[in-house]
Every structure is written in structure tokens, then in C-alpha cells.
């Protein structure tokens, strides 16, 4: 059962958003239903592994559903860049444009980046959930036999703390590494600071920067 409380105006326009659309965007029948489903997804997400049983539904979320838990349970912002959708969501720049290109997902238009409002990337994420794969792309390779259904494609950008990590520097480091030229300047996302991998890996090809391996890339960026 949802938890007591006085309906907040988000929340009550949220449900009423949700039974006008729930038919078009064939959403779980309650709101309630759809947020156990993905918060038992959360409770035992797995490690990526390129392929769709990363989204393999668990058992539905049996504890107490609070009205923000209703509305966002899977804790994302009110509207998310292309970055965020893939970290926090879809792990895969590929999986992204298979959703969009299903009709799943529409970034918002009119805005120079691409957004995508929270609830329909939950709606995305419902479908991924219910085990529903969007089509490969027509661009795309065919799929060899071994190789993830998606894999484990590495994102253009990363935040801060990544970057920081993959330089082998502290944030603080990083940020004054910028000022002075040594890199590139990063990219503002809303007030975050996001870098580029290309720029990072070049930078790190470097004489006197840390020697990574391939393999500390991907623990890095995974």
C-alpha cells in the first residue's frame, strides 16, 4: 500500500498525468504496480554486462511506497541530458538511439541539447523492464555470435569525479589542470562539469601522464 499522507500537488497532477496516458504510453495499470516494479530493479541492479538481462525485473518491491517513491522511483531529476539518461538508466549511448528511434523516448524540442523529461524516460525504462527490447538500429552491424546484444560502448563524456579518476588526480587537480590549458575546458551541464574521453584519453598518451591500462579505462568508465 502507498504510505498515508496528504497528496502534495506534484504527486496528485502526476497521477492524474499518468491515467490520461498510461493507455498511449502502455504504462502499468497503477502507478503503484510500476514503482515496485523498478524499485525492486534498483534494490538488486546487476553489474553492466552489454546485454538486456542488466534490466531483468526482479520481484516487485514489497516495503512501503512513499508518495516520492511514486513519483520517482528510480530518483532521477525532473529532466535529464543525454549524459545522465545514459548513466543513471540506459548505461549505453547505442541502447539511448535504439530507444529513441523506437518511439519510446522523445528528447524535448526547441532546446540546443537534448533533454528528456523524467517521466517518459521512465516510461522507457518500464518497457526495458517488462523484458521489451527495442529494434536494432538499420545502421547497425549485424550481431556476431558472442557478442553482447549491446555492449559495453564507452560514453563521449563523463563527470568530474570520473575524469579525475581516470587522470589519476584529485577534482581539485583536475579543475586547475583545466584553467591552465592543460586540457580541454569541460562541457557545463546545468552546473555540472562534464569532460571528454577523447580529450582524456589524448591527454593521458602523454609523456608524463598516468599510464593506464585498457583495463583500468573500462573499470574506470564503466
Known sequence: ????????????????????????QEMFTHPEARARRILGWQSVRNDWTGNYDYFTAAQPFTGTVTQQMLVDPAHLLPLLTEEEAVEYVFRSPLLLERVIAAGWLKPIEGTPERLFPRDAVNVALDRLIKAEQPPRLPTEAPLKVGEPEIGAIQPKWIKAAKAADLLGISVRTLYDYSERGLIPQPRMLGK??????????????APDSPNLTKADLSRILR
Open 1 to 24: 500500500m502507498i504510505e498515508h499522507e496528504e497528496p502534495g500537488a506534484e504527486v496528485a497532477q502526476y497521477i492524474a498525468n499518468f491515467d490520461a496516458e498510461k493507455d498511449e
Open 192 to 205: 555540472h562539469r562534464s569532460y571528454s574521453v577523447d580529450a582524456l584519453t589524448k591527454f593521458m598518451e
